[in-house]
């Protein structure tokens, strides 16, 4: 991918951080729908409304059937996503926003260690011992979550969260592969498509027509995750992956204020603490990030 040698690396950034925030709001709007409408059909409408405006972006540039390569890593990449998004709101509506996105900041150090396991790279002290780092600050949310007493349901979706940062980081993995194969308006469709195929398969079960008041929030988280993935996308292809990787965390502060406003969540000073924790190892691990780097941007 060609980057511009022209532009200013802090517009790249700015586009990064706007991608970041608008993906932040559409994890407001969804754990909006999941309270009304439950993980499932939440999930369902607003992959299927994703994958319509995926789907005209797609056409719109040419369209073209993908590889048979690119066509076996959609797949996975759907199953994983499909998964992992459900663990990840089922989770986010039973904890607090600040908390569970604190909890997935884990994922690029994961993707670093399986980097090592699936494609052989190289992981040295320094991931190592980021990832112990972590998984400290993993330990401090927790704790400060069971001195809050929230409830059996609160430890329940902080254990989902963590499975589903699990499968973000081989979401990850993927994505670095995918990215080699499929153009970003592709994966894009693909993506929505393909995991609104996979929870339609539980629709004669588990699907309802979401009541009309719905509807709105329905387009707009959609428009929200095309939105985000494209500025992500061109942000990617006019900065350098380590400069723009930093505006991932950005998002715990659109979490804290955000669980604030609209949901009256209050943020522990234990989440602070963990978040900065993880967020430092994470930082300190950073010389070893290519994988999850290049990949970011593809993850959302």
């Not at 090592?116 to 401090?140: H, K, P």
């Not at 670095?176 to 153009?183: C, D, T």
């Not at 387009?219 to 061109?234: E, K, N, R, Y």
Request: overall charge positive; charged content about 10%.
């Amino acid at each position: 991918m060609t980057r511009s040698r022209h532009l200013s690396p802090a517009i790249a950034f700015a586009v990064a951080a706007a991608g970041i925030g608008l993906f932040s709001i559409m994890d407001a709007f969804m754990k909006s729908l999941t309270l009304a409408l439950g993980v499932y059909n939440a999930l369902l409408w607003r992959t299927g409304v994703s994958a319509v405006f995926g789907g005209v972006a797609w056409a719109a540039g040419g369209g073209g059937w993908p590889s048979r390569r690119a066509t076996w890593l959609h797949l996975l990449r759907g199953i994983v996503a499909a998964v992992m998004a459900l663990l990840f709101f089922w989770g986010l509506a039973r904890v607090p926003m600040a908390q569970a996105i604190a909890l997935a900041y884990i994922a690029p150090l994961l993707a670093l260690l399986l980097g090592a396991l699936v494609l052989g790279e190289r992981v040295g002290m320094r991931v190592v011992a980021a990832s112990i780092m972590a998984l400290a600050g993993v330990g401090v949310i927790l704790l400060g979550q069971a001195r809050m007493d929230l409830g059996p349901q609160a430890l329940a979706g902080a254990l989902a969260i963590l499975a589903s940062a699990v499968l973000y980081a081989v979401n990850l993995i993927v994505a670095r592969l995918q990215s080699l194969a499929a153009r970003p308006g592709e994966i894009a469709f693909f993506q929505a498509a393909i995991v609104t195929l996979l929870l339609a398969l539980a629709a004669p079960f588990l699907g309802a027509i979401p009541p009309a008041g719905e509807w709105g929030k329905i387009t707009i988280a959609a428009l929200l995750a095309t939105a985000s993935l494209f500025l992500l996308g061109w942000a990617y292809a006019h900065g350098e992956a380590g400069y723009l990787a930093t505006t991932e965390y950005s998002s715990f502060l659109y979490a804290a204020v955000l669980g604030w406003l609209v949901f009256g969540e209050r943020v522990a000073l234990t989440t602070l603490a963990g978040a900065g924790i993880i967020i430092a190892a994470c930082l300190y691990g950073a010389r070893r990030r290519d994988i999850a780097q290049e990949a970011l941007g593809q993850a959302a």
